[in-house]
């Protein structure tokens, strides 16, 4: 059974930094590009940010850009996104998922495999 599993949310103040986790397992993704994408509530699904497959190319939604890192380490099945300056308008629920292809894409119709969310509320 393929699983995605997030960890590393939770509540914080205005300015400082989290990194989420996302541990894969069932099948490796070594081949496949890794992206998150956040909800909040009342909101549509929103793309975060991509890497490639090798993790030679990311990137990233405009509301983020500068600020977010993504990364992977596909020895160990994970992939990571790296916050900072975290801003309440951050707040939501973060997802990660695998895309169907090496290449990345910021629609969610190119990911199948989604992980159940983790938490991130960030206060002023």
């Known amino acids: 059974q393929v699983q995605l599993v997030e960890s590393g949310g939770g509540l914080v103040q205005s300015g400082v930094s989290l990194r989420l986790s996302c541990a894969a397992s069932g099948r490796t993704f070594s081949s496949n590009a890794m992206g998150w994408f956040r909800q909040a509530p009342g909101k549509e699904r929103e793309f975060v940010a991509a890497?490639?497959?090798?993790?030679?190319?990311?990137y990233y939604g405009d509301s983020v850009k500068g600020r977010f890192t993504i990364s992977r380490d596909n020895a160990k099945n994970t992939v990571y996104l790296q916050m900072n300056s975290l801003k309440p308008e951050d707040t939501a629920v973060y997802y990660c998922?695998?895309?169907?292809?090496?290449?990345?894409?910021?629609?969610?119709?190119?990911?199948?495999?989604w992980g159940q969310g983790t938490q991130v509320t960030v206060s002023s």
């Open positions: 998922a695998a895309g169907d292809y090496p290449a990345y894409y910021s629609g969610t119709s190119y990911y199948s495999y």
């Open positions: 890497i490639t497959w090798s993790g030679g190319v990311t």
